[in-house]
């Protein structure tokens, strides 16, 4: 058996935030980085509508902009989001708290909006207050230098990289009856990704017209058939922000199951260029459950194979290891009968039965960077799918040194 990973729905990676009528974007260097790389973005929504809906970390050590944000996209509308790297600002009490207030205002000011329209996203390390001077200084010339080019959409798409090797960005043209709506959307996360969004800032936007009761819809629909399957270590983050802006510019508004059929393609195309791009990986890995009792047993059996150390280190050497792949479905509390499940990797199955399949050594993980593990529990109609990444030495170097 065989299921699709992902929408079949044409993204274009060369498309970026430009494409969407209705807003402008800028990214620049505030100096929060010692690198001196590009750690602030801007993105400003020109209307004539100013919809929004955003879903958040599930960590309860929640940062100072996620709390700010929360509240900001709670009544449905945002002017401008703020988005820093080179600084978490999370676990930093009032004064972080005050800083992303201020942060709020500031853009406010120059921009001539309300602060309580406006929200603000940071990523970086933990436990350290923001230069918010250099910050503030910034973001006046980042407010100054908005445009809806190009460039100035691949500069906000730099300006929120972390420990991303290559920035993210991602466009759909979407087909209505009454004429073409445009998505995109910009992305970061290399590390602590996993579940409930992973650690991420994305911010996605569209020309259609929206309100908001439909947009928190498309967007939480999205978000759990995309962010929410990306699970490259683990680990959640503090700091996990998806926000969806709607300018109206366009002046249609889409059918809402096929806009969210087009908004859940693009956070695919997102989702799946976080994994490409996990720290230090070699392998990106699908993990398809099939033949579940339910979804939710698809799920909880794909996590707990993309979540084993041993499956990823095994990947990692070029291994196709399927007992260390049977023994964590084991571990479940899904519905199947041992002696009926099946494991395949890259189309080899090497487990029939509950038991010794094909030729191990038919399996090639060296000859492509993408490995497909698929297990079928025989128990049900159900399925799903987790993305994530092998374990590497490069992935254990890079995160025992980062905030050295």
């Known amino acids: 058996m065989s299921i699709p990973d992902h929408s079949d729905l044409p993204v274009d990676r060369c498309a970026g935030l430009e494409t969407v009528a209705g807003l402008a974007c800028t990214g620049t260097t505030a100096g929060l980085k010692a690198s001196g790389a590009p750690d602030l973005a801007l993105v400003r929504v020109l209307g ?10 599930r960590n309860r050590f929640a940062a100072a902009p996620v709390l700010w944000s929360r509240e900001v996209v709670s009544d449905g509308r945002a002017d401008a989001v703020v988005l820093n790297s080179g600084g978490a600002n999370a676990c930093t009490g009032p004064e ?15 921009l001539g909006i309300a602060a309580g329209d406006v929200l603000v996203c940071s990523t970086g390390l933990i436990g350290e207050q923001l230069p918010l001077e250099k910050l503030l200084a910034g973001l006046e010339r980042a407010c100054g230098d908005l445009a ?55 911010v ?85 459950t099939v033949g579940a009792a339910s979804e939710a047993q698809a799920l909880e059996v794909s996590r707990a194979v993309a979540r084993s150390n041993l499956v990823k280190t095994a990947i990692f050497g070029n291994d196709p290891n399927w ?23 890259n189309g080899v199955m090497v487990c029939r039965a509950g038991m010794i399949g094909e030729d191990r050594s038919l399996v090639d993980l060296a000859g492509d960077r993408r490995v497909v593990i698929e297990i079928d529990l025989a128990a049900g109609p159900e399925s799903a799918v987790i993305w994530t990444n092998d374990l590497t030495h490069d992935y254990v170097e890079e995160n025992s040194a980062y905030s050295s």
């Open 48 to 57: 004539p509508e100013h919809t929004a809906a955003g879903v958040f970390t």
């Open 96 to 110: 972080g708290f005050a800083a992303a207030h201020r942060t709020a205002e500031a853009a406010a000011e120059h």
């Open 148 to 202: 809806s080019d190009e460039a100035h959409a691949r500069a906000a798409a730099r300006a929120i990289m972390t420990t991303d090797t290559v920035p993210k960005q991602a466009g759909l043209t979407l087909a209505t009856e009454q004429g073409e709506v445009h998505l995109a959307g910009i992305a970061k996360g290399a590390g602590m990704l996993a579940p409930g969004l992973a650690t991420m800032l994305v």
């Open 204 to 288: 996605l936007a569209t020309d259609a017209s929206l309100d908001p009761e439909r947009a928190e819809t498309a967007l939480r629909t999205a978000a759990s058939l995309s962010f929410d399957r990306a699970d490259s270590d683990g680990c959640m983050s503090t700091n996990d922000t998806v926000t969806l802006l709607a300018s109206g510019a366009s002046g249609i508004a889409p059918d809402p199951e096929e806009f969210a059929r087009g908004l859940t393609a693009l956070c695919e195309d997102l989702a799946l260029q976080l994994i490409g791009d996990a720290e230090g990986a070699s392998h990106d890995v699908h993990v398809r």
């Open 323 to 345: 007992g260390r792949i049977l023994s964590e479905v084991g571990t479940t509390a899904a519905e199947y009968e041992p002696e009926h499940v099946d494991v395949s990797i």
